[in-house]
């Protein structure tokens, strides 16, 4: 385990919160290391680069997240979402009494021991000529953080025991939006360019801990681009209120920011 002091986290109550979106998902199911992928491609043409998608506690096959995926699908890019919880996202326990913390302790240490695998497979069905970018939210924001520290080889961060998390040679970028738990040293070893987006209420990053982040990518050089969005929430760029103007708009305008950004360094 990483003795780095915690900068993000750790999770709570607005982690499970959120509004179900409604839509009609495009993306298909495949499996790579063991775990079932949702896979979204662009309608035509060569994806401009692969999308390695790290969703929340509600996993890749949850409707929000589906039509996220589709929609950067949509801008030109593979976009590859991994279920690291076997299809046991939070919101299959509506139960009142469903213990959380047992829930996400199990969920951690289960996806820091698959994911790697899931990575390789990928690399190996795609091959590492191409591009790869990934982007986190809350649960999946430590995966697309260490991506972005990423140049050929880096050890896995939450179980050491790992001897390749990423090998790939060719990831351009990364981006989380309303982290869960990550260190001050995941900032410090970013290598890529960083994209944060950031809520203005946020009790697992709020203002404070942003502020460190971003002292620890100045004091690093780090290229890095963090929008901050006002009158939302923690879980905004994937389960805010379609319904409520300033929750669609910012829900929108993240998504958005995230393919420009990735275009950028593709």
Not at 77 to 95: A, Q, R, S, T
Not at 97 to 117: L, Q, V
Request: hydrophobic fraction near 40%; include cysteine.
């Amino acid at each position: 385990m990483s003795s780095s002091k915690p900068i993000a986290g750790p999770h709570s109550d607005h982690c499970f919160k959120g509004v179900k979106h409604t839509g009609e998902p495009v993306g298909k199911t495949l499996e790579f290391g063991g775990l079932s992928t949702y896979v979204s491609e662009p309608k035509s043409g060569e994806a401009k680069g692969i999308i390695l998608f790290f969703p929340d506690v509600f996993g890749p096959f949850f409707i929000n997240n589906q039509l996220l995926q589709d929609y950067f699908a949509e801008n030109g890019f593979l976009v590859l979402g991994v279920d690291y919880f076997f299809g046991d996202g939070i919101h299959k326990h509506p139960e009142a009494d469903f213990d959380r913390k047992t829930w996400i302790e199990a969920a951690r240490s289960r996806a820091a021991a698959e994911t790697p695998a899931w990575i390789r497979a990928v690399q190996e069905h795609y091959g590492n000529d191409k591009k790869y970018t990934a982007i986190g939210y809350c649960f999946g924001a430590t995966y697309a953080l260490d991506m972005a520290g990423t140049d050929q080889v880096v050890a896995g961060k939450v179980d050491t025991s790992l001897s390749l998390y990423y090998q790939a040679q060719s990831y351009s970028t990364a981006g989380f939006a309303h982290p869960g738990p990550l260190t001050e040293d995941q900032f410090r070893n970013v290598k890529n360019p960083l994209l944060i987006l950031a809520a203005e209420t946020d009790h697992a990053f709020p203002p404070e801990s942003r502020h460190r982040a971003e002292a620890i990518l100045q004091e690093i050089g780090a290229s890095y681009h963090l929008r901050l969005f006002s009158g939302v929430a923690h879980g905004f760029a994937t389960r805010g209120d379609p319904e409520v103007e300033i929750s669609r708009w910012a829900k929108e305008e993240a998504a958005a920011t995230v393919t420009n950004f990735f275009a950028r360094f593709i």
